[in-house]
């Protein structure tokens, strides 16, 4: 969680070196982060220094009439994706069950009736 004036320095990050600065002179993608300060409430995907990739949104803080700060959130998308992805493998076994069921009833009813003479 990032806290971000509407200039652009941050006040608060996680990475303590980014204090203070700039989106173009710290170490995030300045692109991104300006984005999301453009576009309040709608999840920009950003990359860490590691290369782990995030899902960002920015929510304004309005402290005082003139003056706009911004919430940022960024959470990992393995994170976000994770039940997901969990979901889509569970469906797919659920079919594969399904199917090979089917076609064992399907051999079964047919096995009933007589072969034509």
Partial sequence: MSLVSQGGNFLSHVDAANLGKGFKDSSVDAGAWQ????????????AGVDGTEFLSVAV?????PDTSWYAIVSV?????????????????VIIGVAS????????MISNRFPPPP
């Fill in 35 to 46: 984005q999301m300060i453009d576009n309040p409430g709608k999840p920009v995907e950003t």
């Fill in 60 to 64: 304004p803080v309005q402290l005082l």
């Fill in 76 to 92: 990992p998308k393995a994170t976000v994706f994770a039940y997901l992805t969990h979901m889509a493998w569970i469906s797919v």
């Fill in 100 to 107: 090979v069921l089917l076609v064992l009833l399907g051999v």
